[in-house]
């Protein structure tokens, strides 16, 4: 027999036939088959993909397939998306299950606070829930997840600061809700249920205006913004009188630095165009804006336009229809009531009246009373959202108040400033190249933030020109004389006496402002002392800068003309000579020293608050009688081992601390213990454990510690509270050294760039500019070979000299 042929492997896969009934005579017969088609020359075999093209082309009908379901991706982004869901009225979520605890909190806290993204404190998290959860993924770039009833997303506590800035950068207005007992004082008071939560509160809210003057809570959050945050309020009334033609409506604009402390007001007749309110908006540069409804159309046009999505200034609306008929000016009368400030003492009376001379500015209620209608209403709309935030206190001091344009200063136009490029150059609108970058050398933020000022708002008053002139002359020439004195060492005696005498004047000044340089800002220090939000570690570097900087400017003795003779007076300059007493006043000393003194400035460093204050009977009578009681609860620990020395008959018996875990007793694997005695953890040879009054002695321990934590915070609160009484001179003196950094710059700038000083005519004589070999600040500085110009030559173009000429005059005031 021969070998079997092989099988085709296309065999198997062909169709078999079905199994044929067996016929009976009652089925029909068979139909006829159709004719046989002819064998195929070639076998095709389908893959997979072709079997499911082939099925797709097919005519016959299908079955409806399932729609595949979208990848994770998708339906998180479509979630994120889709639009706020209403509030539901019953605690039940949209599929119909009860909230969580937790989740009931949120929606409550969300209730109350409608317009807060809130972080809420959960463990060793913040977490996010709901829409504010999607806002954050999308601008945190975190992962949100659904969680239960509510979309979800979190961030570890440590990076808290950081991720609030990058909200508030971003326009939002970030609450912060954080746990309001712990679990001891929760199990001394009842504990509720079993799966009851902690309770919770709001502890803090932050927008862009005031996020600085509440930073001190938000330490290791990255570099904070040096540059000024004001909170502008706008109100406007349209006009028809007679005489006002050209002028549409008249605009009320308040301004707060909440951070500084500083209010600028002014009342203002405007056009179509709104080209004064567009030179306040460009002098301040607000990061919040509050629009007092109802508005006239071009202003709000102006002010969105100004807010535009790329700048994430917020705008929020707020009625004033309940201001009328005098309404604003009783809730900021009743302010004044609640606060009781209006009673200065004596020192702090002759700083403000000093000030207030300074700025021809009325101080308290009697300033408040002074202002036009349309600046209260603005002023009283301010003070009801900064409510909210716990910081209206600091417009009850009128010395913080300042016109926006004085007699004594230019009110420079929105088109002069861009022209001449102030702050911003014109080919990308950055600082780079303006005038402010090229003339600005202070050493701190405060002096730079004053400087901008100064810039746009020059002096139009000539005495006061020439009284800072002689300042910056003779800061100019004790540097010079500081480096003549060095490279000469064997000159006359008397000469060497002189150039020693003028050259403590520029050693110390640079000495003071390298020392504040490196520290904190302690002009947004003082204020958020003021506001009850600085840090333990940021008051004493605070309060210690300006002791400090006050101790070396005493060392510039400043006697009478009558008693030294003007040879020898080491300052000569009025305005120097008052700002270096105000800097270093001896009541603002003493009261820096004795604030100091109650601190410990090692648990200060260290955040401890539990030994932060040096507290006896006389001082902090609360915080002596909580260390007390812990140091009882401590004694009464202690005492126990006694009892089990004699009781195991072990003599060196003493607690053991393992991991954290403090009172515990060990002893042998094999020793025989009461059976109320709670293991807590064991090695190979020993048994650790904790007995019964141990337990209980160390949950009052615990006790004692959160109750005494609770007194340091209360007692901190109270001490920052009691610090309002100094505000006024701490602010007076920071207010003097940012001047003196003023004043420090442009002499440094003129002694870099061999600036001579200008002459002025006499009044009687016509006013006239003149200007020999001058030099355009910017272009000086940006182009190397620079040619100088007069005033009266006109080869470089008329718009070139103009513009000189302006720059220089400019600069000059």
Same mark, same amino acid.
């Given at each position: 027999m021969?070998?079997?042929?092989q099988?085709v492997?296309?065999?198997?896969f062909?169709?078999?036939?079905?199994?044929?009934?067996?016929?009976t005579?009652?089925?029909?017969?068979?139909?006829p088959?159709?004719p046989?088609?002819?064998?195929?020359?070639a076998?095709?075999?389908?893959?997979?993909a072709?079997?499911?093209?082939a099925?797709?082309v097919?005519?016959k009908?299908t079955a409806?397939r399932?729609?595949p379901?979208?990848?994770?991706?998708?339906?998180?982004?479509? !979630?994120?998306?889709?639009p706020?869901?209403?509030?539901?009225?019953?605690?039940l979520?949209?599929?119909?299950k009860?909230?969580?605890?937790l989740?009931?909190?949120?929606?409550?806290?969300?209730a !109350?606070?409608?317009?807060?993204?809130l972080?809420?404190?959960v463990?060793y998290?913040?977490?996010?829930?709901?829409?504010?959860?999607?806002?954050?993924?999308?601008?945190?770039g975190i992962?949100a997840?659904?969680?239960?009833?509510f979309?979800?997303?979190?961030?570890?506590?440590f990076?808290?600061?950081?991720?609030? !800035?990058?909200l508030?950068?971003a326009?939002h207005?970030?609450? *912060?809700?954080? =746990?309001?007992e712990?679990a001891a004082i929760?199990?001394?008071?009842?504990?509720?249920?079993?799966?009851t939560?902690?309770?919770?509160?709001l502890?803090a809210? #932050?927008?862009?205006?005031t996020?600085?003057?509440?930073?001190?809570?938000?330490e290791?959050g990255?570099a904070p913004?040096?540059g000024?945050?004001?909170? *502008?309020c706008?109100?406007?009334?349209?006009?028809?009188?007679?005489g006002?033609?050209?002028?549409?409506?008249?605009?009320g604009?308040?301004?707060?630095?909440v951070s500084?402390?500083e *209010?600028?007001?002014?009342?203002?007749?405007?056009?179509?165009?709104?080209?004064g309110?567009e030179?306040?908006?460009l002098?301040?540069?607000?990061?919040?804006?509050?629009?007092? &409804?109802p508005i006239s159309?071009?202003?709000?046009?102006l002010?969105?336009?100004?807010?535009?999505p790329t700048?994430?200034v917020r705008?929020?609306?707020?009625s004033?229809?309940?201001f009328?008929e005098?309404?604003a000016?009783?809730e900021?009368?009743?302010?004044f009531e609640?606060?009781?400030?209006?009673a200065?003492?004596?020192?702090?009376?002759r700083?403000?009246?000093?000030?207030?001379e300074?700025?021809?500015n009325?101080?308290?209620i009697?300033?408040? @009373?002074?202002m036009p209608?349309?600046?209260i209403?603005?002023?009283?709309?301010s003070v009801?959202?900064?409510k909210?935030?716990?910081?209206?206190?600091?417009?009850?001091?009128?010395?913080?108040?300042?016109?926006?344009t004085?007699?004594?200063?230019?009110?420079?136009?929105a088109n002069t400033?861009?022209q001449?490029e102030?702050?911003?150059?014109?080919s990308?609108g950055?600082?780079?190249?303006s005038?402010?970058?090229? @003339?600005?050398?202070?050493c701190?933020?405060?002096?730079?933030?004053?400087?901008r000022h100064w810039?746009?708002?020059p002096?139009?008053?000539r005495?006061?020109?020439?009284?800072r002139?002689d300042?910056?002359s003779e800061?100019?020439?004790?540097?010079?004389?500081? =480096?003549?004195?060095t490279?000469?060492?064997?000159?006359?005696?008397?000469?060497?006496?002189s150039?020693s005498v003028?050259?403590?004047?520029?050693t110390?000044?640079?000495?003071?402002?390298?020392m504040l340089a490196?520290t904190?800002?302690?002009q947004?220090?003082i204020?958020?002392?003021f506001?009850?939000k600085?840090?333990?570690?940021?008051?004493?570097?605070?309060?210690?800068?300006?002791? &400090?900087?006050?101790?070396?400017l005493q060392k510039?003795v400043?006697?009478?003309?009558?008693t030294?003779?003007?040879q020898?007076r080491?300052?000569?300059?009025?305005l120097?000579?008052?700002l270096?007493?105000t800097?270093?006043?001896?009541?603002?000393?003493?009261?820096?020293a004795?604030?100091?003194s109650?601190?410990?400035?090692d648990?200060?460093?260290?955040?401890?608050?539990?030994?932060l204050?040096i507290?006896?009977v006389? =001082?902090?009578p609360?915080?002596?009688?909580?260390h007390?009681?812990?140091?009882?609860?401590?004694?009464?620990?202690?005492l126990?081992?006694t009892? #089990?020395?004699?009781q195991?008959?072990?003599?060196n018996?003493?607690f053991?601390?393992v991991?954290?875990?403090?009172?515990?007793?060990?002893?042998?694997v094999?020793?025989?213990?009461?059976?109320s005695?709670?293991?807590v953890n064991?090695?190979?040879?020993?048994i650790?454990?904790?007995?019964?009054?141990?337990s209980?002695?160390l949950?009052?321990?615990?006790?004692?510690k959160?109750k005494?934590?609770?007194?340091?915070?209360?007692?901190?609160?109270?001490?920052?509270?009691d610090f309002g009484?100094?505000?006024?001179q701490?602010?007076?003196t920071?207010?003097s050294?940012a001047?003196?950094?003023?004043l420090y710059?442009?002499a &440094?700038?003129a002694?870099?760039?061999? #600036?001579?000083?200008?002459?002025?005519?006499?009044?009687?004589?016509?006013? =006239?500019i003149?200007i020999?070999?001058?030099?355009?600040?910017?272009?000086?500085m940006?182009?190397?070979?620079?040619?100088?110009?007069?005033?009266i030559?006109?080869?470089?173009g008329?718009?070139?000299?103009?513009?000189?000429?302006s720059?220089?005059?400019?600069?000059l005031?």
């Open positions: 021969g070998k079997p042929k099988q492997l296309s065999r198997f062909s169709p078999k036939p079905r199994p044929s009934a067996p016929a005579a009652d089925d029909p017969p068979p139909p088959r159709p046989a088609e002819p064998p195929v020359a076998v095709v075999s389908f893959s997979p072709k079997r499911a093209r099925l797709s097919s005519p009908t409806k399932a729609k379901s979208p990848p994770p991706s998708d339906y998180v982004r479509r !979630r994120l998306l889709e706020p869901r209403p509030p539901l009225p019953a605690a979520n949209p599929s119909g009860g909230y969580t605890p989740e009931q909190q949120v929606v409550d806290l969300k !109350r606070h409608p317009d807060v993204l972080m809420v404190e463990g998290r913040f977490r996010f829930f709901g829409e504010d959860a999607a806002v954050a993924a999308s601008v945190l992962i997840h659904p969680d239960h009833s979309l979800t997303a979190s961030i570890p506590t990076r808290l600061g950081f991720h609030v !800035r990058r508030v950068a326009g207005k970030v609450g *912060v809700v954080r =746990q309001t712990t929760k199990a001394a008071h009842g504990g509720g249920a079993a799966g939560p902690f309770a919770r509160g502890s809210v #932050y927008t862009r205006a996020i600085e003057a509440a930073a001190g809570e938000l290791g990255g913004d040096e000024s945050r004001y909170l *502008v706008v109100v406007d009334k349209e006009v028809d009188a007679m006002t033609e050209g002028f549409e409506v008249k605009i604009v308040v301004a707060i630095e500084t402390g *209010v600028v007001h002014g009342e203002f007749m405007d056009g179509v165009s709104r080209n309110l030179a306040v908006l002098g301040l540069a607000p990061v919040e804006v509050i629009l007092g &409804t159309f071009a202003t709000e046009k002010m969105v336009a100004y807010a535009g700048s994430n705008v929020e609306r707020t004033r229809l309940c009328s005098g309404g000016l009783a900021l009368l009743s302010l609640k606060s009781g400030v209006d200065p003492t004596v020192e702090n009376g700083h403000l009246m000093e000030m207030n300074e700025n021809n009325p101080r308290g009697e300033g408040i @009373m002074a209608e349309l600046v209403h603005a002023l009283a709309l009801r959202y900064l909210g935030f716990g910081m209206d206190r600091i417009i009850c001091f009128g010395s913080s108040f300042q016109p926006f004085a007699n004594t200063e230019m009110s420079l136009s400033l861009q001449l102030v702050l911003k150059n014109h990308d950055s600082l780079d190249g005038l402010f970058q090229t @003339m600005n050398n202070t701190t933020a405060f002096g730079s933030r004053l400087f810039l746009t708002h002096l139009c008053d005495n006061q020109i020439c009284t002139h300042a910056v800061i100019s020439e004790s540097i010079g004389s500081q =480096q003549y004195s490279n000469n060492l064997q000159d006359e005696e008397d000469m060497s006496c150039s003028r050259s403590d004047l520029s110390i000044l640079s000495s003071v402002l390298r490196g904190l800002d302690i947004r220090g204020t958020r002392i506001h009850c600085a840090t333990a570690k940021e008051f004493v570097g605070v309060v210690q800068a300006i002791l &400090t900087a006050g101790k070396q510039l400043l006697e009478d003309t009558d030294m003779s003007s020898h080491t300052v000569h300059s009025p120097l000579r008052r270096i007493n800097a270093s006043s001896c009541t603002v000393l003493a009261n820096a004795t604030l100091v109650c601190l410990n400035k648990a200060a460093d260290q955040g401890d608050m539990l030994n204050f507290a006896s006389d =001082q902090f609360e915080v002596a009688e909580g007390a009681t812990v140091e009882m609860a401590k004694q009464k620990l202690e126990l081992i009892e #089990y020395r004699k195991l008959g072990v003599r018996l003493e053991k601390t991991a954290g875990t403090t009172h515990l007793i060990e002893l042998p094999d020793r025989k213990v009461p059976s005695w709670m293991k064991s090695t190979k040879k020993t650790r454990y904790h007995t019964p009054e141990v209980k002695n949950e009052n321990l615990l006790l004692a959160e005494l934590a609770v007194i340091c915070r209360t007692t901190w609160n109270n001490f920052l509270m009484r100094y505000y006024a701490f602010q007076a920071v207010k050294l001047t003196l950094d003023c710059s442009l &440094t700038l002694k870099q760039n061999k #600036y001579v000083r200008p002459n002025f005519v006499r009044e009687n004589e016509a006013s =006239q003149h020999k070999d001058g030099r355009h600040p910017v272009a000086n940006k182009i190397i070979f620079y040619c100088a110009t007069d005033t030559s006109n080869t470089t008329r718009s070139h000299t103009v513009m000189h000429t720059c220089e005059a400019f600069s005031c």
